[in-house]
Every structure is written in C-alpha cells, then in structure tokens.
C-alpha cells in the first residue's frame, strides 16, 4: 500500500508556535511525503518564518477559519492521504512510523492530545486533560465515533467525494464532527491511535476556556438540530453517545444541585452533587494521578463546564428557531 502523504498544517498569526510545530514534522518526513502550510490571512510574519524553515506555503482560497483553510490543502494534496496537523501541536517522536503501521486498512486514523499540559494553568490542563481522557478511557474499542483535526489522517480520496470540511461551520468548532459523520455514513471508519500523543502549545486562561466551550457547545447543538435525521444517532463528542452518558447526566444532575441550592433543599441540593461527582469520578482519578496539584484543581472547572451544557443548548435552540442554522 501506498501510504505517502501530504500534511497540511493551516496557519493564521502562528509565529509563536511555527517552528516547534514545523521541525518534528520535518524531520520523519519520507521522500515521497509533503509538508503543506497553508496560510489563512495571517497578519504577522508567520509567512517569513515558514519561508525560513523551508516550507511549502499556499494562500487560502476558501471561507476565512479552521474549515476553509483545510480545505485548500486538503484539495492541493497530490498523495493518496492528507494529514491535518493544527499549528499549535507538536508530534512525538515516532510519529511517521506508528502512523504507518495502522493506515493499511481504515479511512481515517486519528492521534491524541497529550496527558501533559502547556504551561501552569489548571485550565489549561482541564482542556488538554479532557480531551486525552475522552480519547484513551471514555472511548471503548479501537474506532473513534468523531475525530479531532489536531493530528487526522484520511484518505485524500475519500476526503474529496465528501468535499472537505463544511466551510459554513465558522471557527475551529465541529467542523471535524461534522465530517467524521458523513464519513462514518458513507461506510468509513476512524481508527484511534493512542500511542500517537501530540502536545498542544495552547494556553488558556479560565475566561478563554468557558468562552470556548460555550462556543462548542452551542455550535454542537446547532449541528444536532440541522442534520439530517436519516444517518442515524448524532456525535455529538469524538465519542459515541453512550460513552457520553457521565457527561449528558452530569448537565443535568449539576442543575438538580444548583435547584436545591436555590430553594434551599438539602436532600435535592446532596443528591444532585454525589449524583454529579458520580459519574465524573473516574476523570478526578485520572486527573489528580496524572497532574497531581494542578490536576486536582483543574477538577474544579468540571461543575461549571456542566452547567454551560444547558444555556448553551438553549441558545442554539433560539437561534434555531429565529432562522439561524450555523
């Protein structure tokens, strides 16, 4: 099998993070491999630095965003797979290898985020961290029901009979799910690679995070009202909906709390956080056994991360009903 590759990494004002990112990429590349940058309308010198480090560089022709962006390298690619790696996450070493060794007989195959955080944050580790425990613990089995551009591998012919990303979908939000969906309906499967853990440089402080999952959460609503009710249960997470259950349960049991909380019922107040706490045990385990410190308190951001479930869910519904479907 063929498994040559184009990996298309989307930039926009990166230059922070280019030549972290550029350089592991660069050295386990194969003579019949492609390193693509495409430019979104940066506004630094991210173009210099790229020329610098010697890399490929298209400008965007699509819609301005995470969707667009790929998709022009996604359309340029000339191998039989295209690699998405974001800008900001730097591959381990071994990368090339061990992603050979499973594109044998899937569509698609998708790497992780790394147990490990930039930075002190306990927010930056609550997103980082979320992410790895949904991948490597939530996850049963070797297919992964969504995927996450940070590292995805997909068969470049595949990718075209689907067109790429939808390019409608603004920001960096689920545009990715939105395309595993359509690949999974079209017989495709995502195969995960947990040994392949690339660590993210992103930085987040606790306002930028709940603004982020606002916007994804809202975003992944929108998507669940619009899609087409034919292909099946929704993803709604890079996991399947059963394996979402603790989180599903603990937007609602997180509310039955702040209801007893209100009305002052300390039987309803106690069942709706052991309730909570229940079903997001195993992720304060794992959390505090691999951040220590920083990851006990990164426990803390769970509680209000599960309340913006519902009010984010409702304004989708609103803008549902108003006439907005993006």
Known sequence: MNSALTVVVPVHNSRDTLE?????????LGPEDRLLAVNDRSSDDSAEILSRLGVE?????????????????????????ILF?????????GWRMKLASRM????????????????????TFYKNYYYFHTFTRRIKGPFIKGCGTFFFAVKADSFRDLSGFDENI?????????FSERLW???????????IEVFHLREYSAAQLFRYEWNMMRAKALYILRRDRSRG????????????VPVLSGAVFSWVFIAGL???????LLAGLLLTLAGQLPFICYSVHDGGFRGLKACSFIFPDLLLIGPASLSALWSRIIGKKY
């Open 57 to 81: 560089t298209i400008d965007s022709y699509g819609k301005p965003g995470a969707a667009g962006t790929r998709n022009t390298g996604g359309m340029a690619a000339e191998t039989p797979w």
């Open 170 to 178: 603004a920001g960096a939000t689920i545009e990715d799910a939105d």
């Open 85 to 93: 790696v974001d800008s900001d996450v730097v591959v381990p070493c």
């Open 104 to 123: 044998e007989s899937v569509e698609a195959v998708q790497g992780v985020y790394s147990r490990k955080a930039a930075g002190k944050s306990a927010a």
């Open 233 to 244: 249960a929704p993803s709604i997470s890079v996991a399947g909906f059963g394996e979402m």
């Open 262 to 268: 209100v009305l002052f019922n300390i039987p309803l």
């Open 185 to 195: 309906a079209g017989g495709g499967k995502v195969l995960i690679a947990p040994d």
């Open 20 to 28: 972290k990112v550029i350089c592991p990429l660069q050295a386990e």
